[in-house]
């Protein structure tokens, strides 16, 4: 067979077929459009099922802790009668340290399911670790495909580390240098050994996470007696954020707020070899969150269901620095010592916190493991020797492959918004030329969360 | 030399710079894009040679032979100076002893 970048890129769509048992062209509407609710509803898994599979797996049921020292701290630069209560999920508690466990439980169940030999799946982070678990509790083959390192053959001592807990669960792990034929390299594994591709955006990659949504409402509502006003969740491809806003509103916090969360790494490109290790966060970036929120399709399947912008009700950035200075605060404050990533949404929530009154609560949807090339420690001495500078100040400021800014003091950590509207704005550029029906608007207005006229309106 | 059915890396070159996509920054254009992979070495080889070896799924891959037994060498980084400084900030908004 042919296996030129070409050839290969040429034949992706039946390969992809052959390896997640999905017969897309199923949910395909005339114009634009696909039917996302059913693609999503029609692949057996309701959430009892999933809740089922997960807790059979040691996924799941994580402890809801209130963050009361942060809550206190936050405080300290809010207006009188504000300051919401800070509740943190703490994921970290899942099989393989992630709530992508959520995840690779029901992809790695489909695959048995249809009786797959092995899984594969595409990534530098923690689901690599997730799926390689999970596999091997149910005596999958199992490999993991990263982008690792750049030209100079150096890696980001985060990816090392997942690399290292893969390898730990017997998997197999291929690493790549920068680029996008990362996808051409999966493709080509796929062809060879005929596993199951558990990619991150298929409704079973997605579904696993409406669990977190679900528990999170009624964690809530027992220990407060109501739904918290607010959900905030790291976003990179998005499905962290549509799982867990499809579970919220599956239990009825049908008014919670989802607000997803970056890091800032404007600036920088996602695919490139000088940059790759410019960088101190390998995911939950805006390289990604951005990219992913307003194309989602660009994923590794043909239609993605992590599709964002239909549950996204605000999104905000925080710095580098501030992600750091908000782990280091989670340790010392808290006795919880997690990874710095994960806790993106936690630097968020500190900042929208003040914005909020002191009856409403906050809740932080994620927290990671840590560890040895994962932590703040290495991580800053690898953008040390990077050229990266660290300083103190304005976390505002940072120049993101150029500066980590650790705020001079806490009042300094504040989040900053990406307007929806740009974003919606981006997201219908690709639409611009083509004659739209009216099914096609009412599709368009359900990915953007808004109405026709609103569509309309942002397409002139 | 190192012995036949010793758990190795390879590095493998899988496109040249000229076999890449199009829709590269300048920088990575430039570069070939490679792989690195670990596995048991098919036959006995010497240190940079070109050699087989079977992964642990049981695949066989080439490559150029780059290490033997090859550790984790990640780890917890150098001392940073400014992670006290950090602390002290923390401790310091949080007890409010600044003589705010």
Known sequence: MNNTYQSLMDRKNEIIKKSVGLDYSKYELEGIGFDFELMMNDQGYDIETIKKIQSENMVGNTPLVELKNITKYARKYSKPGFGARIFLKDEAANISGSFKARRAALSVN???????KGVIAATSGNYGAAVAALAAKEGLECIIVQECFDSRNVCQPEILEKARKCEAYGAEVVQLSVGPELFYSLLKLIEETNYFNASLYTPYGIKGIETLGHEIANDVKELTGKFPEAVVVTNAGGGNLTGTARGLKDAGAVDTLVIGASVNLYGLHMASDNDFNRKSFTTGHTGFGIPFAVFPDRSDVPRSAARPLRYMDRYVMVNQGSVFFMTETLAILEG????????????AAFSLAQTMKDTDIIVVQETEYTGAGKHILPQISFARKNDVEIAFGNPLSEVPGKTIIFPSDGSLLKHKDIEMNDLRKTYLKRYKDIE???QDYQFLADELKINIEEVKDLMK | MIN???????????????????????DTKKVPFKMWIKGYLVEDADLFDIVSIKTVTGRIETGRLKEASPPYKHSYGDFIPEMLKLREIIYKDFRGDNNE
């Open chain 1, 110 to 116: 489909q695959a048995k399911r249809l009786g797959y």
């Open chain 2, 4 to 26: 036949k059915g010793t758990y190795v890396r390879i590095r493998k070159t899988i496109l040249k710079p000229n076999e890449r996509s199009n829709n590269l920054p300048e």
């Open chain 1, 436 to 438: 739209l029906s009216a």
């Open chain 1, 336 to 347: 919880m010592e997690r990874g710095p990533a994960g806790n993106t949404s936690l630097a």
